[in-house]
């Protein structure tokens, strides 16, 4: 079997990349929430204990777990890339002035392989140089506590690169606060030594964003890609394209989503439950506007045909067999809501009819079963505050 191979969303999986929440969620504070893409700040402590217990069923399950940290660790043996991996992420901090560039050099450099990445996580606060000095004009105008951004939403690894088949997309993200999330693919999939000869159907230099969340690799031949508040019309052309050029695939169906944080991304609204059943927020049961890309008949070109089509009939059409779609909350309108905000729409299949959950969604938890779906309840009082659910905050890397 490959390094990378997904051809499913439900078939069993056997290897998953996780990031354990860090200090990078100590970090947050009320005045900076919305610049970290948070509305509300999860509790440590109890964000590990839950995070923990996600990687205890999976293993538990037969799931291989590995962590994003050890993977950049494997792939910064190299001393010479180490440095290389300091240098750009300074750059791509934005540090303007050299004796700020030149403080936080010297402060990682002298770390550990892995101390150093999981400070490149947490952010950098000015607070932890005793010898601190405003450098800048921006320094003095505005009271920001922060030498480099913490990343908070990392531990939603679904996100900055995407298994589909045998090849990967390294993401470009939306907002600039997710930016740097992808420089540790970049070095994961450049150095590591059973990565690094992975074929990318997307490179995070491009000039338009797509995120993991908005992609759904229904078998060898489909896939699906939300157009959402997060993944560009552009981008996900080009991403088309490539993945043509590169695989078997034969459509990739683009789902056309409200440009809102409660639908920010494709998964927050619907997945795969079963080989023919799909959970889907209530809102979505309707015709959408769609679209099927198709190699075109000239050479890097595109065809593409515009639908006004069901999930249900547009799926059923595609994958050549009757879907089933569950409704997220039932069809009670608040109930469906709230439960989609608190991801009951984001469920992770580890095999056919089988799916982690958030135990909070109590009511969409309840539906599934009757349709005959065996459910993994999870505690998330805190993970859930990050907006994401399990799928978010798992990336598969093998399925059988």
Request: proline letters at 4%; a neutral charge.
């Amino acid at each position: 079997m490959k390094n990378l191979s997904v051809f499913s969303e439900v078939a069993p999986l056997k290897k998953v990349c996780l990031h354990r929440p860090g200090l990078e969620l100590e970090n947050l504070t009320p005045k900076w929430l919305n610049d970290l893409l948070f509305d509300d700040i999860p509790w440590l402590k109890k964000a590990q204990i839950e995070h923990d217990y996600l990687a205890s069923v999976l293993k538990e399950n037969g799931v291989e777990v590995v962590y994003l940290v050890d993977l950049v660790e494997e792939s910064l043996q190299n001393q010479s890339v180490k440095k290389q991996f300091i240098d750009q992420f300074i750059k791509e901090s934005n540090l303007i002035h050299h004796r700020s560039k030149e403080k936080i050099y010297t402060h990682l450099n002298q770390m550990t392989t892995r101390d150093m990445i999981l400070t490149t996580m947490a952010g950098i606060v000015k607070a932890d140089f005793q010898t601190y000095r405003k450098h800048s004009l921006k320094d003095h105008i505005r009271d920001y506590p922060f030498m480099t951004d913490p990343m908070p939403n990392l531990y939603f690894t679904r996100d900055p690169f995407s298994t589909v088949f045998n090849t990967v997309s390294l993401n470009k993200m939306y907002k600039q606060a997710r930016a740097r999330e992808t420089i540790y693919g970049e070095y994961i999939f450049k150095y590591h030594p059973e990565y690094k000869q992975t074929v990318k159907v997307y490179d995070r230099h491009e000039d338009y964003s797509i995120e993991g969340g908005d992609i759904m690799v229904l078998n060898s031949k489909v896939l699906a890609v939300g157009i959402s508040e997060r993944s560009e019309p552009d981008g996900i052309e080009k991403f088309a394209q490539n993945v043509f050029d590169n695989t078997d695939a034969e459509v990739v169906l683009a789902i056309d989503l409200p440009k809102k944080r409660s639908f920010m991304h494709l998964d927050t609204v619907l997945t795969q439950v079963d080989v023919d059943k799909f959970l889907i927020h209530h809102d979505f049961t309707g015709n959408l506007n769609v679209y099927e890309i198709y190699r075109g008949s000239r050479a890097h070109s595109l065809r593409i045909i515009p639908k006004k089509y069901s999930i249900k009939r547009l799926f059923s059409y595609h994958l050549k067999t009757k879907i089933t779609v569950i409704p997220c909350g039932g069809d009670d309108k608040i109930t469906s809501d709230r439960e989609q905000w608190n991801d009951g729409a984001n469920a992770l299949a580890i095999a056919p009819g089988v799916v982690i959950v958030y135990e909070r969604n109590q009511v969409t938890n309840q539906i599934l079963q009757e349709h005959g779906v065996k459910t993994i309840v999870i505690p998330a009082s805190e993970l859930s505050r990050g907006r994401g659910g399990p799928r978010c905050m798992s990336m598969p890397l093998i399925r059988k």
